[in-house]
């Protein structure tokens, strides 16, 4: 057997009770004994207590670890396979082109459909179909997604994955942005995943409500801490983030669906490309294709929950929390607000 990480992971799932009582053994057999020595000592040395208190600090959260990772899993799940159907939205290009690659060639699903506004440079075979639309248009959009269902109801099969993808940007001041460019990109990264959401759901949960449907909504870091002059960008993947979190409450009790939020920072692709980071250290540029093929092993695993990426990004929620004068210290050491140009 050729171990990875996927395997790891498998063996997790599969024999979850056996890891249970190795901690459990670990635990209440050898941390006690070891934890009694250390005390024993401390009555010579006080330097002892260090290593109990770092060592009680590292099992803790090895095993909160593993308990969470345990709670955003099934216990049962079929990995993607030749039967899987997927739907992304602005599967055209960047990020989104990425994922299809990777569940075509990764995962060899059985069919993809991408629903962008222009059709990919690259070429697939017969098992990627391009849907046009514009899908600021919820009408045509709907009309799109019908379409789908209907031709995969003739095969009896059904729309196993979904990832909400497409995204514009509009950069400059909230009071100079005309008032256009802001009903856009809120039907783009706002309105328009929320009536895939919507269709996709209602369908699945009224024909298929025992299958599987794995649910990936890409938002954006910038939808928790936003700088200058992308107000409006940040805002719609705001309301992004809100929608999957009540979504995912709402349909907890269908153990089927899984639900994945992605929130990564500035990636290798065409939107930002005329912004140049700084602070590359604590705040890398993320390659998209390497992100595509964590979230496709995420699906492929049946996880839900959060992606953030670069590290900082895990840690930037509890930003907001701070007190204004550190969120600002915050925001010049970053240099996050001299990036986007007021236009």
């Not at 790891?8 to 006690?32: A, E, N, S």
């Not at 009555?43 to 345990?70: D, G, K, M, P, Q």
């Not at 789908?148 to 497409?166: D, F, P, Y």
Request: proline share 4%.
């Amino acid at each position: 057997m050729v171990w990875s990480v996927d395997t790891l992971f498998f063996g997790i799932k599969k024999h979850r009770g056996y890891v249970y009582l190795l901690f459990f053994l670990l635990w209440y057999v050898f941390f006690p004994q070891w934890y009694g020595l250390s005390l024993t000592n401390s009555i010579y040395s006080r330097f002892h207590w260090v290593w109990v208190y770092s060592y009680l600090t590292v099992f803790l959260v090895e095993a909160f670890s593993l308990v969470n990772y345990a709670f955003r899993t099934p216990v049962s799940w079929n990995s993607l396979s030749e039967s899987d159907v997927a739907v992304v939205t602005g599967g055209s290009n960047g990020l989104g082109l990425a994922l299809v690659k990777s569940l075509l060639f990764d995962y060899k699903v059985a069919r993809i459909y991408i629903i962008d506004i222009k059709p990919p440079d690259f070429s697939f075979d017969k098992r990627v179909e391009f849907c046009h639309c514009d899908i600021a248009d919820i009408g045509k959009l709907n009309l799109v997604l019908s379409t789908i269902q209907k031709e995969l109801a003739k095969e009896s099969r059904h729309i196993s994955i979904l990832v909400n993808n497409a995204g514009v940007r509009a950069s400059g001041s909230l009071l100079a942005m005309d008032s256009t460019q802001i009903s856009r990109v809120f039907d783009v990264n706002t309105f328009s995943p929320i009536a895939v959401l919507r269709t996709v759901l209602s369908h699945h949960l009224n024909h298929f409500p025992h299958r599987t449907l794995s649910v990936v909504n890409v938002s954006s870091i910038l939808g928790v801490f936003g700088p200058k002059n992308l107000s409006i960008y940040s805002a719609s993947k705001a309301a992004m983030i809100q929608i999957h979190e009540c979504l995912r409450e709402e349909i907890r009790p269908h153990k089927n669906i899984r639900m994945l939020l992605v929130m990564p920072g500035q990636l290798t692709t065409d939107m930002f490309k005329d912004i140049s980071p700084s602070r590359l250290f604590l705040a890398p540029l993320i390659n998209h294709t390497w992100l595509a093929a964590k979230i496709t092993a995420r699906v492929n695993r049946g996880e839900e929950g959060v992606l953030c990426e670069p590290l900082y990004a895990n840690f930037l929620p509890m930003a907001k929390s701070l007190p204004l004068l550190l969120q600002y210290w915050c925001r010049k050491f970053s240099q996050m607000d001299d990036k986007v140009p007021d236009t």
